[in-house]
């Protein structure tokens, strides 16, 4: 079992930056592949950014490519999602998940991630 707790989220006037962090607890960290997720009201969930287990692969959904980086320590058990430029939509509330790590550049789908955390709401005012 691995448990994750989102912080970070927040109001912020377009164009602005948030940090978002995410504290990981329970099996090793290093195992898994991390990602940020977010769900927009009366939309699905959508994958963010995600991360390999290593680090040395990150991935991107179209929107947030050049605004969004996403980075982890693995000796903090941690994850993090810098968000610069924001635009109004961008809002949502955002989610951490941990997926199996399997190879050292792998970054898993959406289907795979097994364990989630709750979630932190991220308003932009336009």
């Known amino acids: 079992q691995v448990h994750l707790v989102e912080s970070g989220g927040g109001l912020v006037q377009a164009g602005g930056s948030l940090r978002l962090s995410c504290a990981a607890s329970?099996?090793?960290?290093?195992?898994?592949?991390m990602a940020w997720f977010r769900q927009a009201p009366g939309k699905e969930r959508e994958f963010v950014a995600g991360i390999a287990w290593s680090g040395i692969t990150t991935v991107y959904t179209d929107s947030v490519k050049g605004r969004f980086t996403i980075s982890r320590d693995n000796a903090k058990n941690m994850v993090y999602l810098q968000m610069n430029i924001m635009k109004f939509e961008d809002t949502a509330v955002y989610y951490c998940?941990?997926?199996?790590?399997?190879?050292?550049?792998?970054?898993?789908?959406?289907?795979?991630?097994?364990?989630w955390g709750q979630g932190t709401q991220v308003t932009v005012s336009s």
């Open positions: 329970g099996r090793t960290f290093s195992d898994y592949a």
């Open positions: 998940a941990a997926g199996p790590g399997r190879r050292r550049e792998y970054v898993p789908p959406q289907r795979e991630y097994e364990y």
